[in-house]
Each structure stands twice: as structure tokens, then as C-alpha cells.
């Protein structure tokens, strides 16, 4: 049984920083992707960033610069620096890790922390 569980999130200023966390727990396979991923209210959930097991990142074009996704491999736990915050950002944020075995993709999610930017 995999469990992730973020923490970190909450109320915020414009301009502001925080740094989530999201603990891995579980048999999860070495070769994964991890990923944080938001939704706002009455949107669709969204790509925050994504960083594979090798440390290869990528982020939606919104964050870029401002977002630093990290990992520590032995530590099975995964980071999301956020810096200069604006109020489109809240959202609540979820962590995500997916890997495949014999052709099956898993995925699973945590249950998710709230980000609330004040302008």
C-alpha cells in the first residue's frame, strides 16, 4: 500500500514563500515519476511540476521561476519551494507518484494541502 502525505500548505501573502513536503511511504517502485499537482475551485486539476527519480524536472509555463520541485530519494520525500506567490496560485495541492510494471501504469495521490495567497 503506497501512502503520500503532503504538508507545509497554508495562508500566505502576496510576495510570500512556502515549501511543501510530501512523504512517500509504501512499496513504490525505484524508476517513478513524482509530481504536484493543483486545483482551484471550479477549475480542472492542474500540472504544477513534475521531477523523475533521476532528478529530470519540468514545470507549467505559470510557475516557471518561481516554483523549485526536489527530491530526496533516500528520505522517499519530495519538495515544492514556492517563491514570489500571487493569488492565482491558491489552489489546493496535491502530490502525485506514478511508475509502470508489466504494462500498468500506478498512480497514486495524496490527500492533498491548501495554499491560500492573500493579495
Same mark, same amino acid.
Given at each position: 500500500?503506497?501512502?503520500?502525505?503532503?504538508?507545509? +500548505?497554508?495562508?500566505? !501573502? *502576496?510576495? =510570500?514563500?512556502? %515549501?511543501?513536503?510530501? &512523504?512517500?511511504?509504501? #512499496?513504490?517502485?525505484?524508476? $517513478?515519476?513524482? +509530481?504536484?499537482?493543483? !486545483? *482551484?475551485? =471550479?477549475?480542472? %486539476?492542474?500540472?504544477? &511540476?513534475?521531477?523523475? #527519480?533521476?532528478?529530470?524536472? $519540468?514545470?507549467?509555463?505559470?510557475?516557471?521561476?518561481?516554483?523549485?520541485?526536489? %527530491?530526496?530519494?533516500?528520505?522517499?520525500?519530495?519538495?515544492?519551494?514556492?517563491?514570489?506567490?500571487?493569488?492565482?496560485?491558491?489552489?489546493?495541492?496535491?502530490?502525485?507518484?506514478?511508475?509502470?510494471?508489466?504494462?500498468?501504469?500506478?498512480?497514486?495521490?495524496?490527500?492533498?494541502?491548501?495554499?491560500?495567497?492573500?493579495?
Amino acid at each position: 500500500q503506497v501512502q503520500l502525505v503532503e504538508s507545509g +500548505g497554508g495562508l500566505v !501573502q *502576496a510576495g =510570500g514563500s512556502l %515549501r511543501l513536503s510530501c &512523504a512517500a511511504s509504501g #512499496s513504490i517502485f525505484g524508476i $517513478n515519476v513524482m +509530481g504536484w499537482y493543483r !486545483q *482551484a475551485p =471550479g477549475k480542472q %486539476r492542474e500540472l504544477v &511540476a513534475v521531477i523523475t #527519480s533521476a532528478g529530470s524536472t $519540468n514545470y507549467a509555463d505559470s510557475v516557471k521561476g518561481r516554483f523549485t520541485i526536489s %527530491r530526496d530519494n533516500a528520505k522517499n520525500t519530495m519538495y515544492l519551494q514556492m517563491n514570489s506567490l500571487k493569488p492565482e496560485d491558491t489552489a489546493v495541492y496535491y502530490c502525485n507518484v506514478q511508475w509502470w510494471s508489466s504494462s500498468s501504469l500506478n498512480n497514486y495521490w495524496g490527500q492533498g494541502t491548501q495554499v491560500t495567497v492573500s493579495p
